[in-house]
């Protein structure tokens, strides 16, 4: 029922069959001789197409001491080539009507355009010129450098809500490459250079490392003509590399960390998990998983912490979040802002009583079939756009699943059942491989450093399960440029 990964050799010839039998309507699928898979998304409803072009490469395959580096190199990828001027890529989509973007995260960094669809060749040869000849000049290294500083200045360390996320990631991963941020730490982004940028492009830039997707009013023949003609002919720079990282050692110890700002209004308590993410073949954990998240957290009015702590009083807002896109386990997080003048204490205890409890007694039946509605919902109107279902596929194929993956998945989120759940929750709530963070303002660390009783007390609550996803960083949201941040939120749809 679930395909094994397929030997690429297979897999290519897999895909000289258009007429593949569980391709969902309107979904084409091939792969040119140099290596770029390409995925068709046809909709004709308005005369509209997207492009998108995923590289397979992040912030994760970043060296040591070269943090940053991945999105920096997004940044130069605008500078132009020998055809396009610094710039005018983007200019020429705006001055044809479109919009484009780029993003980069931890397993991919992805450009797109969506533009009139007699437009489609346009960008399509921006693109793949792009894809083999960037130029960085000179000048524009060090002044693009200046501009992902501050962009650091300003997303991250102006925002103790980042500040935080950035550490709790540190501290959730000791030796994989998630707990460095995408953005890069601030001394080496400083230390970058335009020699390691262009290093970069050189090793990971190439057609059989990237995932090209046409989606919206384009036929599959069209899309097909247009690859050929405009991606075709760049070589690929040699066989694409298996994405090794270094992996976690087995965690034996729950950590706990706090930070205070005096920016920090409400506290707030995330505690993270490690946990595995969508594997090619192997997704029904992830499945579980998504439904435990959506069961937990999903809604303040009827998800389990939402009615037993925000209905009540106790919490002004809970949520908990995980997505199992990545190429590496990932982790799940559940984040909770207890009501005004709670001691930390006591809400902790609050949430690790819910989780208890919710261990105990397992998803109720209804709630299952309520939660498994609204995901499928709203994964209905995701893909009611040609551009949601691009970032579907554009992103589970970034991340190491094949297409036939994709396509089950949503199969695959139906058929869990409250088994499922429980072993998910089980395994999850009980692991020592978490990390319990408060953020706090200014004054509470006054109290918290006259109060070590508080400490040991929320130590000794451990066995406790305890599933914390924060809704905001468990997530890690992609990295968008500063300068198109008018149009980021495209990015969303
Ligand atoms: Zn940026």
Same mark, same amino acid.
């Not at 290519?12 to 069959?17: D, G, I, M, S």
């Not at 992805?110 to 000049?137: C, H, T, W």
């Given at each position: ?57 992040? @912030? ?89 500083? !501050? ?88 066989? @694409? ?68 702590? @925000? ?33 930390? !204490? ?18 109720? !039946? ?31 194929? @970034? ?95």
């Amino acid at each position: 029922m679930h395909h094994p990964v397929l030997p690429t050799a297979l897999a290519l010839c897999l895909t000289a069959f258009p007429a593949f039998a569980e391709m969902p309507e309107g979904i084409s699928h091939f792969t040119l001789p140099n290596g770029l898979e390409t995925v068709v998304i046809e909709d004709h409803r308005a005369p509209v197409v997207v492009q998108m072009v995923w590289y397979k490469i992040g @912030a994760a395959d970043e060296t040591p001491g070269k943090s940053g580096i991945a999105h920096y190199l997004e940044h130069l990828m605008f500078k132009g080539t020998d055809k396009l001027e610094p710039g005018e890529l983007s200019k020429t989509v705006t001055a044809n009507g479109g919009m484009d973007n780029a993003f980069t995260s931890y397993d991919y960094t992805a450009y797109f355009q969506r533009i009139a669809s007699d437009r489609l060749p346009l960008v399509m040869e921006m693109e793949s010129d792009r894809m083999q000849n960037l130029k960085i000049g000179e000048d524009d290294w060090q002044a693009e450098r200046q501009v992902v500083l !501050e962009e650091r200045a300003q997303r991250v360390d102006s925002d103790p809500r980042a500040l935080f996320s950035e550490e709790r990631d540190a501290v959730q991963f000791y030796n994989h490459p998630y707990g460095r941020p995408i953005i890069g730490w601030r001394q080496e982004m400083e230390g970058l250079t335009r020699e390691d940028a262009i290093n970069w492009y050189d090793s990971h830039y190439s057609p059989n490392e990237a995932v090209l997707i046409l989606a919206g009013d384009v036929t599959p023949e069209k899309a097909r003509e247009l690859a050929e003609k405009y991606y075709g002919p760049i070589p690929a720079k040699g066989q @694409a590399e298996p994405r090794v990282r270094p992996q976690e050692p087995a965690q034996k110890s729950p950590r706990r960390m706090e930070m205070h700002d005096a920016r920090v209004a409400q506290p707030t308590l995330i505690r993270s998990y490690l946990a595995t993410e969508r594997n090619p073949g192997d997704q029904q954990r992830a499945a579980a998983l998504t439904v435990l998240s959506e069961l937990l957290g999903g809604s303040m009015q009827t998800s389990v912490l939402g009615r037993e702590l @925000a209905l009540t009083g106790k919490a002004i807002w809970v949520g908990a979040g995980y997505d199992g896109l990545a190429v590496d386990p990932t982790t799940f997080s559940i984040s909770m802002v207890p009501a005004q003048d709670m001691s930390t !204490e006591q809400a902790e205890q609050l949430l690790d009583q819910s989780l208890a409890k919710f261990l105990e007694t397992g998803p109720d !039946e209804d709630d299952l079939e309520r939660v498994k509605t609204r995901i499928r919902a709203a994964r209905i109107y995701a893909r009611d756009s040609a551009h949601g279902r691009a970032y579907d596929y554009g992103q589970g194929l @970034a991340t190491g699943l094949t297409i036939e993956d994709v396509n089950d998945w949503p199969n695959i989120l139906a058929s869990v059942t409250a088994q499922d759940v429980r072993a998910a929750a089980q395994d999850l709530l009980t692991s020592d491989a978490t990390v319990t963070g408060w953020l706090l303002p200014e004054e509470t660390q006054q109290q918290a450093k006259s109060s070590p009783a508080q400490n040991r007390a929320a130590k000794s609550a451990r066995p406790v399960p305890a599933s914390r996803t924060p809704a905001s960083d468990g997530d890690r949201p992609p990295l968008r440029p500063a300068r198109n941040a008018t149009t980021a939120d495209e990015v969303q749809e």
